[in-house]
């Protein structure tokens, strides 16, 4: 077969996010072909057996059902960009060496991107992803370490679940929530980062999660704490909470009000 593009990319999932995402690889040269999440992911890839980069944009409930129709040769071009990310919903899958990046830009439907901090990428394609958000004025940089890309997974995920959890309780803005309901943001994140340790199986700076989640909410202080998956993540959170004999006390009481 012809290989009319040695650097064109796949994308599953062309949603806000991964719609921004493909415009900048087309900006930075990278052709996008796009995959629909509901059709023949194996059949679609092995069309394009030349693609450079394979973008996984689909939600979080969906990144199971995604992952385990990739066939094995795509493992090492597969990037994955999802909210409440961690190694073990790739390993699982077999995939040991993907790309992974913690997005910290906002994108709602008719509204422009909003950066809140820079977006860290870690991985083998991680110059070209960096070098497509960086093309739509959109902060990102490249971490080497692995160790290092597993404390930024985790302090995004600590944000997103401390800040939509905390939201069915308080409604309002991130600014609100540190300023007037600190207590009850510093026991939600407690229950999330103890739930984080048992997913990644070893203890945490816990002081540095807090800070990197502060940067977030400094990085947007307007930055409405629930959005409307907010039920749903603390569901998924309970549910892994319940597997792993975590006890997340705070969290199962805004439960009780809430869920």
Not at 161 to 189: C, F, K, P
Not at 210 to 239: E, N, T, W, Y
Request: glycine share 8%; net charge negative.
């Amino acid at each position: 077969m012809t290989q009319p593009f040695a650097t064109e990319w796949g994308l599953i999932g062309a949603g806000e996010i991964g719609g921004v995402l493909a415009h900048g690889l087309l900006k930075t040269g990278h052709p996008v072909f796009p995959i629909g999440r509901d059709t023949n992911i194996q059949a679609a890839l092995s069309s394009r057996p030349f693609l450079d980069g394979l973008l996984v944009a689909v939600g979080e409930k969906d990144l199971d059902s995604v992952l385990e129709r990739i066939p094995t040769a795509w493992y090492d071009r597969v990037v994955l960009i999802q909210n409440e990310l961690l190694p073990d919903d790739w390993r699982k899958h077999g995939i040991e060496t993907p790309t992974v990046a913690s997005i910290w830009f906002e994108k709602k439907p008719g509204k422009p991107v909003k950066p809140l901090i820079s977006s860290p990428v870690y991985g083998p394609k991680a110059d070209a992803l960096v070098a497509a958000m960086e093309s739509l004025d959109i902060p990102a940089h490249r971490v080497d370490d692995s160790s290092d890309m597993l404390e930024e997974l985790v302090i995004k995920n600590v944000y997103i679940l401390t800040t939509n959890i905390a939201g069915l309780e308080t409604g309002g803005d991130v600014d609100d929530l540190w300023n007037n309901h600190q207590s009850l943001a510093r026991d939600i994140a407690a229950d999330v980062i103890a739930l984080q340790e048992a997913r990644v199986g070893k203890s945490l700076d816990h002081q540095r999660l807090i800070d990197g989640m502060v940067k977030g909410f400094d990085g947007d202080p307007q930055h409405q704490c629930m959005g409307r998956s907010a039920p749903q993540r603390m569901a998924r959170a309970l549910a892994q909470a319940e597997d792993l004999g975590v006890e997340m006390p705070m969290i199962k009481a805004v439960a009780a009000k809430h869920g």
